[in-house]
């Protein structure tokens, strides 16, 4: 399940790697990975490719602020980063998903770009129009029946 919050966003660290292997990044921490495929995988989401990828979420019980969500990365990622990296992950990018609708904002820490820095890890925002509002009013439903 995607992390999604009452302020709309979709965020998730996405690992990429030519011999990177997510069954085998699970097996040594215990981290789950979502959209995952091995390299040559027959079933892979893109069609047999040639490279590893994954997507790491929140929990799906995890209900802290944006700010915290990108703290639980860093430090679930960095907890990792030796196994993360033994796994042949080349590439780990933190996406941050807005549908534009008015002003967003986002501010990092002095401490969290360090770590970013340290860990080489490449931040991306991404924000579009919406078209239809099925993401609003999925989340607007979610918290009307809290």
């Known amino acids: 399940m995607k992390y999604r919050r009452r ?4 965020i998730f ?3 990429w790697g030519e011999n990177f292997s997510p069954k085998k990044l699970q097996e040594v921490t215990n981290l ?4 995952a495929d091995e390299v040559g995988d027959p079933d892979a989401i893109v069609g047999i ?24 990365f860093l430090d679930t990622v960095s907890e990792h ?17 807005y549908p534009l609708e008015g002003q967003r904002n986002w501010a990092f820490s002095v401490e969290q770009l360090k770590i970013m820095g340290e860990l ?5 925002f991404s924000a579009a129009e ?5 993401l609003k009013t999925e989340i607007e439903a979610m918290y009307e029946k809290e």
């Not at 490719?49 to 639980?72: K, N, Q, R």
């Open 7 to 10: 302020f709309y966003l979709d």
């Open 13 to 15: 660290c996405a690992f």
């Open 32 to 35: 789950v990975l979502q959209d």
């Open 49 to 72: 490719c040639d490279y590893g990828a994954a997507s790491l979420y929140p929990p799906e019980d995890y209900d802290d602020s944006a700010s915290d969500v990108l703290d639980w």
């Open 81 to 97: 980063i030796e196994a993360i990296r033994e796994c042949g992950v080349e590439d780990l990018t933190m996406w941050i998903l």
């Open 120 to 124: 080489g890890m490449a931040v991306c």
């Open 130 to 134: 919406r078209e239809d509002s099925d």
